[in-house]
């Protein structure tokens, strides 16, 4: 996976997952930090897991 699709996934997920619009920094508590639920953190870290499946998969293929 080259840096840009990466950088994607990682978007994609913050987005879906815990609902966090960016991933910049932006140099304020209230932007930068975020409250979120304890099962949207275990549906981010299950997506980065199957997501290096694939792409493990993909680099065999």
Do not use: Q, Y
Not at 16 to 28: A, F, K, P
Not at 43 to 54: D, H, I, K, Q, V
């Amino acid at each position: 996976m080259i840096p840009s699709e990466s950088e994607s996934l990682l978007k994609r997920i913050a987005a879906e997952h815990l609902s966090i619009d960016t991933l910049d920094v932006r140099n304020s508590d209230r932007l930068d930090f975020h409250d979120v639920a304890v099962w949207n953190i275990r549906g981010a870290l299950e997506a980065a897991f199957e997501a290096g499946r694939e792409t493990e998969r993909n680099m065999r293929e």
